[in-house]
């Protein structure tokens, strides 16, 4: 993600989360970085279009993806993710593409 947010004019983060507040779409995008500062090297007009929800986590305690209590980021990531079932038409198939994604 700072990658994206160190270049010169940051027109592609522009452009993709414009469309994405522009339309009937409903996407996730989701950056990675291990600056805790990235969000301040945006410009005015990018953070204008962020939502601003961010999810923080640590590196996982164990050489695993996770702690002893099973809590690593894959499976925060996903429970963040998924809707729950039947909320809307098409959650399960979502939520089904959500865990395929998550297990790569």
């Known amino acids: 993600f700072d990658l994206f947010a160190h270049s010169q004019k940051q027109t592609f983060l522009y452009c993709l989360l414009d469309s994405l507040?522009?339309?009937?779409a409903k996407a996730v995008v989701i950056g990675t970085t291990c600056r805790h500062d990235c969000l301040d090297l945006l410009e005015k007009r990018v953070k204008s279009r962020f939502s601003h929800r961010s999810v923080t986590l640590t590196p996982p305690t164990t050489l695993e993806d996770g702690d002893v209590h099973g809590s690593g980021a894959k499976s925060?990531?996903?429970d963040i993710l998924t809707l729950p079932d039947g909320s809307v038409a098409g959650a399960e198939s979502y939520n089904d593409q959500v865990r395929?994604?998550?297990?790569?």
């Open 76 to 78: 925060i990531l996903t």
């Open 100 to 104: 395929r994604a998550m297990e790569d």
């Open 21 to 24: 507040q522009k339309s009937q």
